[in-house]
């Protein structure tokens, strides 16, 4: 009677696991990635294959830069629901944090090809061909996620870090222009523009 009751103890109802996991995603929510992947260990040690916690877990590891943990975790919730759209895009994107760059290509692919209007799908493949040496396909792929979303700041400011690359500075400079149209706290789009800017007047100074 004894271990009955105590194996009853250990069960989570629902409730209580979604209890657990919102107060895991409020520790993410303020950047208490820690704290909110110990969160998240303790719903998956009562229920190892919540989804949900499974998932929001891989989240806060690639937070801590602790990417192959994360597609450890995305794998899991893949295990659970195969289709999971969300899932892949955020396990190519640790693939290429990993610098798995044709792995993650390959994820996307069939990310883009189910979903060719998927924004964020097609600037992180843009991010796996640049890398693999397709420049022209990641350039291509950038556009398209500007076309879809011309307030998509990351992609402009990939494309004017893309060209700042190729030494288009005139180009470069615009893209992060229209990121600062958008948002004009961006502070990347602002570093990056002063440095294009610089780079501009220091050639204009060449004899």
Known sequence: MFRSQTKKSRLLSNEDVTYLIDRADDKFKHGQFSD??????????????????????????FALSKFEKS???YDRALGIQPNASHVKLNKAISLNSSKKFQQAKSLLD???RLAPKNKEALNARALSEFNLGLDT?????LKKAI?????????????????????????AIECF???LAVDTRNYDAFLLKDMA???RERRLKRP
């Open 147 to 171: 076309q879809i979303d011309p307030t998509y700041t990351m992609a402009w400011n990939n494309l004017g870090c893309f060209y700042l690359g190729l030494g288009e500075l005139d180009s």
């Open 71 to 73: 597609i450890e975790c």
């Open 197 to 199: 800017v610089e780079r």
């Open 177 to 179: 222009d229209q990121t």
């Open 110 to 112: 069939e990310l883009v």
């Open 36 to 61: 909110a992947v110990h969160h998240y260990d303790a719903v998956l040690k009562r229920a190892p294959n919540n989804f949900r916690a499974l998932h929001n877990k891989g989240l806060a590891l």
């Open 137 to 141: 396909e990641g350039m291509q792929d």
